[in-house]
C-alpha cells in the first residue's frame, strides 16, 4: 500500500494561472517531506525540503505547506509558466525510509 | 560541482539478455540509491549503498537484479536475464549522508521487448 498519495494524477492550467497540488501521507514516524520537479526525460530536482515545525516554505513561484496533524503538504504554484510542466513528486522521509508518492503531471499552454 | 552522471542513457534489449548500467555519483557522497521508476509510478528504491556496503536492498529482486559499488564511488546495476516488466527509468542519486538532499542523475531510460 502506497503511503503517499498525490493528487490530481494530471493537471492542465494555462500559463499565468495559479495551480495547488495534494500531497497526503501516512508515513510514520516523520522526519521531512520534500517536493521534486521531474521534467521529461530527466531526474527528479529537490523544490522544497521541510520538517516537523514547518507550516510554510517557499522556492519563488513554488510555496509548500505542510499540516503534520492532519499529514497533509501541498504545493502551490503562482502565475505559471510553460516552463512548469513538469511531474511534480511528493516524497515523505521516516528515518531513512522514502516514500515517494506517484506525481502529478502539470501541463501548462500557452 | 558536477552532477550525478549515468549511462547509457537508453538501452533496448530483448527479453531473456543482460544489461548494465553505470553510475557516477557526486563526488564526496557516501550515500548512493538506485531506483525504478515505471512509467506514470513514482521511483521505487531498489538498493541503498553506504560508501562500497548495502544498507537496504529489501525491493531489489535479487532472481535476476545486481548492483555493486566496489570502491564506494561508482555503481553498477545489472539485470539478468530481463523481462518485459523491467521496462522503465532506472535512476541513480547520490547525497552525503542518508537524511540529506538527494541529487538525481538524468536516468537510463530500458526498453524490453
Known amino acids: 500500500k502506497n503511503q503517499v498519495e498525490q493528487s490530481p494524477q494530471s493537471l492542465i492550467i494555462l500559463e499565468g494561472k495559479n495551480c495547488t497540488l495534494q500531497c497526503n501521507y501516512t508515513v510514520s514516524p516523520f522526519s521531512n517531506l520534500r517536493w521534486y520537479k521531474q521534467d521529461t526525460g530527466r531526474g527528479p530536482v529537490s523544490l522544497t525540503i521541510m520538517t516537523f515545525s514547518e507550516n510554510t516554505k517557499s522556492n519563488g513561484r513554488y510555496t509548500a505547506t505542510l499540516d503534520a496533524d492532519t499529514k497533509q503538504s501541498s504545493l502551490h504554484i503562482t502565475a505559471s509558466q510553460l516552463s512548469d510542466s513538469a511531474s511534480y513528486i511528493c516524497v515523505v522521509s521516516a528515518g531513512n525510509d522514502m516514500r515517494f508518492g506517484a506525481g502529478t503531471r502539470l501541463t501548462v499552454k500557452p | 560541482e558536477a552532477g550525478v552522471a549515468q549511462s547509457p542513457r537508453y538501452k533496448i534489449i530483448e527479453k531473456r539478455q543482460s544489461v548494465a548500467f553505470w553510475c557516477n555519483p557526486i563526488?564526496?557522497?557516501?550515500?548512493l540509491y538506485w531506483y525504478q521508476q515505471i512509467l506514470g509510478q513514482g521511483p521505487k528504491l531498489l538498493i541503498q549503498?553506504?560508501?562500497?556496503?548495502?544498507?537496504?536492498d529489501s525491493q531489489l529482486p535479487k532472481d535476476r537484479f545486481s548492483a555493486e559499488r566496489l570502491k564506494g564511488v561508482d555503481s553498477t546495476l545489472k539485470i539478468q536475464p530481463a523481462k518485459l516488466e523491467d521496462s522503465a527509468v532506472y535512476l541513480c542519486?547520490?547525497?552525503?549522508?542518508?537524511?540529506?538532499?538527494?541529487?538525481f542523475g538524468p536516468g537510463t531510460r530500458l526498453t524490453v521487448t
Open positions: 563526488s564526496g557522497h557516501a550515500t
Open positions: 542519486a547520490s547525497t552525503v549522508g542518508p537524511t540529506y538532499e538527494q541529487y
Open positions: 549503498f553506504q560508501n562500497n556496503g548495502v544498507v537496504d
